[in-house]
């Protein structure tokens, strides 16, 4: 069974720094682009950042650029989350996904939760 499960969310200050962690089982790690995906209040799921287990590239929505670092840990099966500098429009639940799109940065904004796996999320809010 593909199961994806995300820890690490929370309360921090607005400047502040979390990790999120996505640990993954029931499938074959390599074979996927797994990426990260976030909700907040009364607004639509957006990409985050992916990262292509394959060969490493790694993609950023811009609102995160410079702020947030995804990387994975093959031994372990995880795939991290680095949120520096946390703004409280980063605020959301936050969602680990995992599937084989064909263009990776295309996924993170047209992707749909009707395809891959998901994980059920972890909250983090940034207060002001």
């Known amino acids: 069974e593909v199961q994806l499960v995300e820890s690490g969310g929370g309360l921090v200050q607005a400047g502040g720094s979390l990790r999120l962690s996505c640990a993954a089982s029931g499938f074959t790690f390599d074979d996927y682009i797994i990426g990260w995906f976030r909700q907040a209040p009364g607004k639509e799921r957006e990409g985050v950042s992916c990262?292509?287990?394959?060969?490493?590239?790694?993609y950023y929505a811009d609102s995160v650029k410079g702020r947030f670092t995804i990387s994975s840990d093959n031994a372990k099966n995880t795939v991290y989350l680095q949120m520096n500098s946390l703004k409280p429009e980063d605020t959301a639940v936050y969602y680990c996904?995992?599937?084989?799109?064909?263009?990776?940065?295309?996924?993170?904004?047209?992707?749909?939760?009707?395809?891959?796996?998901w994980g059920l999320g972890t909250q983090v809010t940034v207060s002001s």
């Open positions: 990262i292509s287990r394959s060969d490493g590239s790694t």
């Open positions: 996904a995992a599937d084989r799109p064909n263009d990776p940065s295309s996924w993170l904004v047209y992707f749909s939760t009707v395809f891959g796996a």
